[in-house]
């Protein structure tokens, strides 16, 4: 496809482009540049489905900074539909909504902005807000805190499954996490449930592993960590 620039591997995004002209910086130029960066760090889902990142981060001069972030509200929602409508026109899929945030850069002089980006999928889970007890490891994903307790745990897309993300690289049902307290120790076992692209436990793909603290889980484009809670 045309439109395509480098495609970019991996999730999270560095600052790769710095807007260069004299003045003030403009909210068009903004909205031209984050499609832009749709275009460069979009990535291939199939034939004709492409994953874009969904969550910007704008550093802007002070001088820029103090103009537009009295605006940043209604330039947030602006510049979401702009996107929202070119992600559409190109078969772009976000992997949940689309967040942008301002920061003030001061080493950037009047004029230019950087971007940086990443695909952040929306976790959707109801059990989630429960504090985990002493002792418990948590299931971290996006921010979102699961405690790991006695039994089974489904993680897709799918309302359906007991942690849902909207990951579109996910299966509806994706993986299990089983939990099972033996003498003296909690064993907590994740399996695959015939996905799409599989499950990665420490970027080795498996079918089926035991976890422990610190393990890295991913699943389509989502990283998920097992951890003790804060202050344990």
Known sequence: MGVFGRIEKGIQSAVDWVFRRGGLVEIPELTQRLQKELNDKAQPLSRDRWLAPNQFTIALSKADYARLFPLSRTMTEEISADLEAYAADVDYTFPGPIQITYEERPDLPTGRFAITSRQVAEVLSPSASRPACLGELILEVNGVRHPLVPGAIVI????????????????????????????????????????????FVNDEKTAEADLSEGDRITLGSTKLLVRAPTGR
């Open 156 to 199: 897709g897309r799918s309302h359906e499954a007991n942690i849902t993300i909207t990951d579109p690289g996910m299966s509806r049902a994706h993986a299990e996490i089983s939990v099972q307290d033996a003498p003296g120790r909690r064993r907590i076992h994740i399996r695959d449930l015939d996905s799409r692209n599989g499950i």
